[in-house]
């Protein structure tokens, strides 16, 4: 499942995190998983977002994401195979 806030894509798994991200036209240096411990992309343009939410992202809050991190929805740390 991928999920925003409007900010950041995030992802149940890094590998369907990393395949939606190409497949919507978001470039890996958008990627901030491995400095963070939160992989995820930022979404800096508004073209980023909107085509995250028209691929079907589903709209969540920043509140909701980070929830999802620490009850395990999201993994806060995945192996770096990428």
């Not at 497949?23 to 992989?39: D, L, M």
């Not at 980023?48 to 691929?55: D, H, L, Q, R, T």
Request: proline share 1%.
């Amino acid at each position: 499942m991928i999920y925003t806030d409007k900010i950041h894509l995030v992802a149940t798994s890094l590998k369907e995190l990393h395949s939606f991200a190409e497949k919507i036209g978001i470039n890996r240096c958008y990627y901030e998983g491995y400095k963070k411990g939160h992989p995820h992309y930022d979404l800096i343009r508004k073209w980023m977002y909107e085509a995250a939410v028209k691929k079907g992202a589903v709209l969540v809050s920043s509140k909701e994401i980070i929830l999802f991190f620490k009850k395990g929805t999201i993994q806060s740390s995945y192996k770096q195979n990428f």
